[in-house]
């Protein structure tokens, strides 16, 4: 694809002439090879072999014209190529902080030769305070084509400009970029308006709650005033009442009188109405037959229909029907004008219809009458009702009314005379009724009398309970009102404080929003401390009280769905939930234990969420349709970050009218707005380049101590007590739902109250719902209190467990710390988790919860123990024990003990010898005068300890002193005064010899563990711990082949048909890929081996593994030798085993035997047989030898089985041929190329000589006569080529060593226990360094951890003049090349002492904030806090690895050198001083000056000298005293050598000797075979050689080269 797009540009820049402009980035350098390609384009203008020549010429064609034209004479591609030069421009953006920029460059000289660099730093402060104004305050917003300058000024002020740069600044070691800062401010200002309109809203909810409660407060009383006045108009009304019902009284009576009468002419009136009556009925029954026919007349007319009317009206000339029906109606009602206008002129009157069904019939004359029945009988048809409903149906009705309106003319006829005779009667009862009437008048006028004061009384009595009505309800009002407003009052109090809270969150929101907005852009992958103390910075740089990130940011709600969802519920794993949730930029999560990527996934499930891995075949295809259709994409497995993702994690949108798109690869895809994006690793330190850094959001989810407590007390309640778990979480969902409740409640009070219209107290709805609401907010307040109490009582009994959890989290962590010491020895948080869970299970209930807790610790710890042992190399495990004593008891440890015993405690230096000795006679006399300075530090750190050691009584100490086993012999007084610890820190300051036993021995009382290396065995691991999905890793020591037990595991558990295996190299890992793949389908076994030579390919198996479906019976077996480069998440999710060599002569033995048939060894004669036991024997020797290094072999060499392999070739070669065997032949290809070739020290090789001298030997091999010499001191060689006869003798062998297999001296366990000692407690040392605090600056944690090394530094300097000494280079002219070399030695070293005081004088300013932090401050405090010397002063003097002791010996050198330049100058040092040769820098060579002083005073050449030393009384001529000299390995009397017993010091005093340089023709003061050279060395490292001694031995050449024998410069540390 590169090539591709290289071809394009060219060709536009080369063919079509065109100005092009290539735009590369870091990432898109995935390959070398795109850089070099790069390379040759800037520096030529072309690429080679970008084209083949069948491409080249039909490109070039149509450039020929062109090149002519031009008269270019060259050829057409170089044409092509000086085209491209011109028109191409090649622009590369490139990181200068990506550690490859400076390779890439190097390797790339175009990039230097072509280019033309512009570096593009960090922006000024004052930009920085600028654009936050332009960004914040509407400059420059879009929507013209400039920028326009807002009036709106930036909320917070000038303040806040600065407070952005200056958490900008503090986070410069966070990653901090101009890309970081512009995302804080919009992170800022999108936080901002979220949070500003929540509180405005809120703010205005309340004070509209809060007007409404102070309007009705100013109501009540308006109510009360107004109750008191109509009280009193009530009594007055009730008075008046009372007066007019005494009148009424008397009208009463009055009128009753008057009714009496009136009863009497009712009577006479009812007697007239009786005749009356009877007339009426005679009538009626007349009447009785027509009037229903009259009715139903009038009905049918009423339901004519008026457009019915309408349309006859509209007839030109009406029917015959119609016309005669509508003449009868007319002449009935009176009217004689029939004619068809009239006609329709009746029709058209309104309410034609009512008034035809209003017509009185007795209105109808006879003669009217007569007229219409002629026309009835005229025209009968007419009026038949058929004929009239076919006309029209409004002529039928009309035509039946006309009908009975005739026939009740015709019946009021008839009944006229009986009419007459009614009118008579009732002309009677009117005059009685006249009567009646005047009687009733008079009562009426009572009445109306007594109705008017009935009314007045009345209205009285309603005015007076109106009034009463209005009262009551007045005071009910009132009393309701003050109920509610008694009821609100804390409601009142607590939304007016709420109003006033969040006024001042208004003000502070600014701050607090940047505050949060900090931490989500520059704090993601930061620790809880580093947060907690960054967040501190920044709040008291704010000037703010306290912050809470998490309730600032969500709710408790939200947190509970959260933890309900699967995130942890550690206060990190919320930071880090609020980071992914509203951060700007993309979240890349490192999530080893996935429980966060799982979360997110349950998190996420509502927005049409896919999940895919990176290293998916469909990967692309995914983003694609991701971005396309807005879905979330969770990207998994992501190790870095890929070229592709840039344009997105960038939004490097490309506007296309109304829609944007994003380059994917080589596409042009529609970007969705709702597109969000997610990437996780399990990688807790993935590889992310600088670039990409500022492009996402790299959220740290590795565990942390509170997390992981917190997790294991959930795991552990979940085990001892599901029901309290259970109960926890309802009642936190309870109170959780409460919470929301009485929010959702107090939010409807003041919804209500805001809404309310008119006057509050008269809405009883309103008044009810706000009483009911209140009352349930009460209920609701209660409930939270109980569960509040409940959940206090129950997180009492969950605390219970917490010392537990407490336990477990801090070995997990203890057992992390190993990764320092070695990659492999890394832990997945999973496997620690399963571990927990059966130390659950393994212990059954006691009943008591505390003795169970102590139990499950003490399981716990034992697992956890054996769990790591099996992990570690033996030579680890003690350190692994104290390091666990120390991190899982901290109790058995009081203060300063730990670092006295690491060696940190800052002592004071001694400057004068005199006052060493005088600590040396003041010791008793029973100590080693050794230790007198680690006895000294012991009596001034711990003085009362010191006391009651009573170490002058002699008596006490006996023993202990004598014993070689003194930690048993602890005087039995002491025992109860000090504690177990304390007795190790004794023994490492009187007997350091027995500091090992003394570390195993308090290692196994304070884990109470019953051996330091349990065993274990490969079956019963694979039955109980291993698998399918936890690949077994095999880690092996060099040289170890663990496949043949595997194969045997195999046949036993599986069968050999399902056991594979790949031997990893070249070009296996397709064939490895395959196997794994058809293994984890079919449940057979598979093995990888040699996993270091491919470390590069490991992450892909590792994925590989991840995505297959495995069967219940596989598993992958994996071995690999240590590599600092093997991937740490297959190594944490791996089983790991080490699998070394049994130590010992005897099992190394057996190992050989093993690896040799019997058909080898019995196919040639008995003293062939006997060569290769010899042979065998040998390569044990020097294996197993390596375990007293440096004593056995002054370093470790890497022998091993080839180089017996190999051996044992050369012995079958010399027996190929009959004869004599040729020994010398064997000795000198073992000598210098098979076991000699790996060593480089010349007593090494002294060592090897002499064992191939006494193994390869005829008086040891003597074929099939019995040797009388025994190898090894104790076995006789079998006069056989039998197998058996040699296992048998290797099967006398004893377990464990002995010195003198070795020729090593009886005491060796003294020097091998100081050698493992000290190397214990330096393994310790590293588990102290911090990783991450060297790398980024903190002032903090940087002065915590620096401040003992410069304190260190000013007690050494006091009262010293070294530091501020104005010395001047030693003048040429000192004649004396001893004086010489002491004045330069004097001077070198006060010029480095003064040199190292500016640099630590310079990272002091820098802990004090006085100066900024330099490289150089930065590189030498990052040496210092990994208590590594600094390169800057190694490369000065080559001293001890540990910082204070490289600056105590610094210092005390210094010193010493002062006295020797003062008695150098006196002429006094050479006569008059026994020198010692520790206080010099370079002892070497003050020999060489010393032998050029000799060569000058005998006038003779140097080469002519030769280097003598002498233990006589008599002495030599220009000899120098020397003394303080070591010996180790032997002791030296003066005379001569003797061995050292089993109960010798590991190291004895020389004593002072006289060295000199002599002539060589000078008799030596020894016979030469008398003497043994032996190496004196620096110190007891044995790394650097000073010059070697001749020592009187008296012969044994061979006990003493073997034995280690060696001297030492006086330790002066």
Avoid at 726 to 742: C, F, N, Y
Avoid at 986 to 1006: G, K, N
Avoid at 1468 to 1475: A, F, I, R, V, Y
């Amino acid at each position: 694809q590169f090539k591709n797009d290289l071809k394009n540009v060219m060709q536009l820049a080369g063919l079509e002439g065109e100005q092009v402009v290539f735009l590369l980035e870091d990432h898109h350098f995935v390959d070398t090879a795109l850089l070099e390609l790069t390379n040759s384009l800037l520096s030529a203008g072309e690429v080679p072999g970008l084209y083949t020549p069948e491409e080249l010429e039909p490109l070039l064609t149509p450039l020929r014209d062109l090149a002519s034209q031009e008269g270019y004479r060259g050829t057409l591609f170089s044409y092509y190529c000086s085209r491209i030069k011109s028109n191409l421009h090649v622009v590369l953006i490139m990181d200068s902080s990506n550690p490859n920029f400076a390779r890439q460059c190097e390797s790339n000289p175009a990039f230097y030769t072509r280019c033309s660099f512009q570096s593009m730093e960090f922006w000024s402060n004052s930009s920085m305070i600028q654009i936050p104004r332009m960004l914040l305050s509407g400059y420059g917003h879009r929507g013209g084509s400039t920028a326009v300058q807002s009036d709106r000024p930036l909320t917070g002020g000038d303040d806040i400009l600065k407070a952005f740069l200056h958490i900008h600044q503090t986070c410069l070691s966070n990653g901090a970029t101009p890309r970081k800062y512009i995302t804080l401010l919009r992170t800022y200002r999108t936080v901002y308006g979220v949070k500003k309109q929540k509180i405005i809203k809120k703010q205005n909810h309340l004070q509209a709650g809060l007007s409404k409660l102070n309007e009705a407060t100013s109501l009540v009383d308006e109510l009360k005033q107004k109750a008191a006045e109509q009280s009193a108009l009530l009594a007055q009304k009730q008075t008046e009442a009372d007066e007019a019902l005494k009148e009424i009284t008397v009208r009463m009576q009055q009128a009753s009188e008057q009714k009496t009468e009136v009863e009497k002419v009712k009577q006479q009136q009812s007697e007239e109405r009786g005749k009356l009556e009877k007339r009426k009925k005679a009538i009626d029954i007349e009447l009785s037959a027509i009037e229903p026919l009259v009715r139903e007349a009038k009905e049918a007319v009423g339901n004519i229909k008026t457009e019915t009317l309408s349309e006859i009206r509209a007839l030109r000339m009406p029917p015959d029907v119609i016309r005669d029906i509508l003449e009868a109606v007319l002449r009935l009602m009176g009217t004689f004008d029939t004619s068809w206008g009239n006609m329709r002129s009746f029709l058209a009157k309104r309410g034609v219809k009512e008034e035809i069904i209003s017509f009185n019939a007795r209105k109808i004359t006879p003669e009217i009458r007569d007229s219409v029945q002629e026309l009835l009988d005229k025209n009968k048809k007419s009026f038949d009702p058929a004929a009239a409903k076919r006309a029209s149906s409004a002529a039928a009705p009309l035509a039946a009314w006309v009908k009975a309106n005739v026939a009740y003319s015709t019946v009021l006829e008839k009944i006229g005379p009986l009419e007459q005779e009614q009118a008579s009667l009732a002309r009677n009862l009117e005059k009685s009724e006249s009567r009646l009437r005047k009687l009733n008048h008079a009562l009426e006028s009572l009445d109306n009398k007594v109705l008017e004061l009935r009314t007045r009384f009345e209205q009285r009595t309603t005015e007076a309970a109106k009034l009463k009505i209005d009262v009551d309800k007045a005071n009910e009002t009132i009393k309701a009102a003050e109920n509610l407003i008694g009821k609100l009052e804390g409601e009142y109090k607590r939304w007016s404080s709420q109003v006033k809270d969040l006024k001042e969150a208004l003000d502070q929101l600014p701050k607090k929003t940047l505050l949060a907005a900090g931490f989500i852009t520059y704090l993601s992958q930061a620790s809880e401390g580093e947060r907690r103390n960054k967040l501190t910075n920044w709040v008291e740089h704010l000037g703010l009280g306290s912050f809470d990130l998490r309730y600032f940011l969500s709710t408790e709600s939200e947190q509970l769905v959260w933890k309900g969802e699967g995130l942890p519920s550690d206060d990190l794993s919320v930071e880090n939930a609020l980071v992914i949730l509203q951060g700007q930029l993309c979240p890349f999560l490192i999530d080893p234990s996935q429980r966060a990527t799982e979360w997110l996934k349950i998190h996420l499930k509502e927005n049409r969420l896919e999940v895919i891995n990176q290293q998916d075949s469909n990967f692309t295809t995914a983003l694609e349709l991701a971005v396309r259709f807005g879905k979330t994409l969770i990207i998994q497995e992501v190790d870095g970050v890929e070229p592709i993702l840039y344009p997105l994690l960038r939004k490097d949108l490309v506007s296309q009218g109304p829609r944007y798109v994003v380059q994917i690869g080589d596409k042009a895809i529609d970007y969705n707005e709702d597109f969000r994006l997610f990437l996780t690793t399990r990688n807790p330190l993935p590889d992310i380049a600088p670039d990409a850094a500022s492009i996402i959001s790299e959220v740290n989810f590795t565990t942390t101590k509170a997390g992981l407590t917190a997790q294991l007390l959930a795991a552990t309640i979940q085990h001892e007590k599901p029901e309290l778990e259970q109960r926890k979480s309802e009642l936190l969902k309870k109170e959780e739902d409460l919470k929301v409740q009485l929010a959702a409640l107090e939010e409807s009070l003041l919804q209500e109250l805001a809404m309310a219209e008119g006057n509050i107290l008269e809405n009883k709805t309103l008044l009810d719902s706000l009483n009911e609401t209140k009352a349930k907010s009460l209920t609701i307040a209660h409930a939270l209190k109980e569960s509040v109490t409940l959940q206090a009582s129950l997180d009492k009994e969950r605390d219970a467990y917490l010392p537990l959890a407490q336990q477990g989290s801090t070995l997990f962590f203890v057992i992390s710390d190993l990764s320092k010491l070695n990659n492999m020895y890394r832990f997945s948080l999973a496997s620690f988790f399963r571990l927990f869970q059966r130390a659950l299970k393994s212990e059954k209930d006691v009943g008591n919860t505390e003795l169970r807790i102590r139990t499950l610790a003490l399981t716990m710890q034992s697992l956890l123990y054996e769990y790591t042992c099996r992990s570690l190399f033996k030579a680890d495990r003690l350190m692994f024990a104290m390091h666990l004593v120390h991190g899982a008891h901290p109790e058995l440890f009081q203060e300063q003990e730990w670092e006295y015993f690491m060696g940190l405690i800052v002592s004071d230096v001694l400057r004068k010898r005199e006052s060493l000795q005088q600590m040396k006679d003041s010791l008793p006399s029973w100590c080693n005068p050794d230790q007198t300075q680690q006895i000294n530090m012991l009596k001034t750190t711990f003085p009362s300890m010191y006391a009651s050691l009573d170490l002058s009584n002699a008596g006490m100490w006996a023993q202990f002193a004598s014993s070689s086993q003194c930690e048993k012999e602890f005087p039995p007084s002491l025992m109860k005064k000090i504690s177990p610890f304390q007795q190790v820190l004794v023994i490492q300051a009187l007997r350091p010899d027995r500091l090992q036993s003394a570390m195993e021995t308090f290692a196994f009382q304070s884990l109470r563990l019953n051996e330091l290396s349990p065993t274990f065995n490969l079956r019963r691991l694979y039955e109980t711990e291993t698998l399918p999905s936890e690949p077994i890793l095999l880690i092996i020591s060099p040289g170890v082949d663990p496949s043949q037990e595997l194969q045997e595991l195999a046949d036993v558990i599986v069968s050999s048909s399902k056991y594979h295996q790949v031997a990893m190299g070249q070009g296996q890992a397709t064939i490895a890929i395959q196997l794994l793949r058809e293994c984890a389908n079919k449940g057979h076994w598979l093995c990888l081996k040699n996993l270091h030579l491919v470390t590069g390919w490991l992450p892909t198996l590792e994925k590989e593994l991840k995505s297959l479906e495995l069967h219940s019976e596989f598993r992958l077996w994996l071995t690999s030798e240590v590599h600092p480069k093997f991937p740490t998440i297959l190594l944490q999710s791996s089983f790991k085993v080490t699998y070394e060599s049994p130590p010992g002569v005897k099992k190394n033995l057996q190992r050989t035997y093993e690896s040799w048939s019997s058909e080898y060894i019995g196919q040639g004669s008995v003293l062939r047989a006997q060569a290769l036991f010899a042979l065998a024997w040998l390569h044990a020797i020097v294996q197993e030898r390596r375990s007293y290094t440096p004593q056995g072999w002054s370093k470790f060499y890497e022998f091993s089985t080839s180089d017996l392999r190999v051996a044992a070739n050369i012995i079958d070669r010399l027996f190929l041929s009959p004869g004599k065997v040729s020994w010398q032949f064997m000795h000198g290809l073992m000598e210098n190329a098979i076991y000699g070739g790996r060593v480089d020290n010349t007593y090494d090789m002294r060592v090897l000589q002499s064992y191939l001298t006494q193994f390869f030997d005829n008086k040891l091999l003597t074929g099939e006569s019995v040797s009388k010499i025994k190898i090894g001191g104790i076995i006789t060689l079998p006069s056989s080529s039998r197998v058996q006869d040699y296992s048998s003798v290797i099967s006398l062998l004893p377990e464990t060593d002995r010195p003198f297999f070795f020729g090593l001296p009886a005491n060796i366990e003294r020097s091998a226990q100081k050698t493992n000692s000290s190397k214990v407690i330096s393994q310790l040392k590293v588990l102290m360094r911090a990783d991450t605090i060297a790398d980024k600056f903190d002032r903090e944690q940087w002065t915590n951890e620096l401040s003992p090394i410069l304190s260190l530094w000013k007690k050494l300097n006091q009262g010293s003049e070294l530091i501020n000494k104005k010395i001047s280079p030693p003048s040429d002219k000192i004649e004396s090349p001893i004086a010489a070399f002491v004045a330069l030695e004097r001077y070198n070293a006060i010029k480095f002492v003064q040199m190292i005081h500016s640099s630590l004088a310079a990272l002091n300013k820098v802990l004090k904030g006085v100066t900024l932090l330099s490289s150089a401050v930065q590189k030498l405090a990052s040496s210092l806090m990994k208590h590594e010397i600094p390169a800057s002063w190694a490369k000065v003097w080559d001293g001890p690895s540990e910082p204070p002791q490289y600056l105590r010996l610094l210092v005390a050198k210094s010193l010493a050198l002062g006295s020797w330049e003062e008695k150098a100058m006196a002429g006094e040092l050479l006569s008059k001083t026994t020198l010692d040769l520790s206080e010099l820098f370079h002892p070497d060579t003050f020999l060489n000056a010393l032998r050029q002083q000799t060569a000058r005073t005998l006038k003779c050449s140097m080469n002519s000298l030769k280097f003598v030393c002498s233990w006589k009384t008599a002495p030599i001529n220009h000899s120098v005293k020397v003394g303080g000299l070591q010996l180790e390995g032997c002791n030296f009397d003066g005379t001569r050598l003797t061995e050292n017993q089993h109960n010798s010091p590991s190291l004895s005093i020389l004593p002072v000797c006289s060295i000199a340089w002599i002539h060589k023709a000078t008799s030596p003061p020894y016979p030469p075979g008398d003497c043994i050279a032996l190496p004196v060395y620096y110190d007891n490292t044995r790394e650097k050689l000073v010059t070697c001694f001749s020592i009187p031995c008296a012969g044994k050449l061979t006990q003493w080269i073997q034995c280690g024998a060696a001297i030492f410069l006086k330790n002066s540390s």
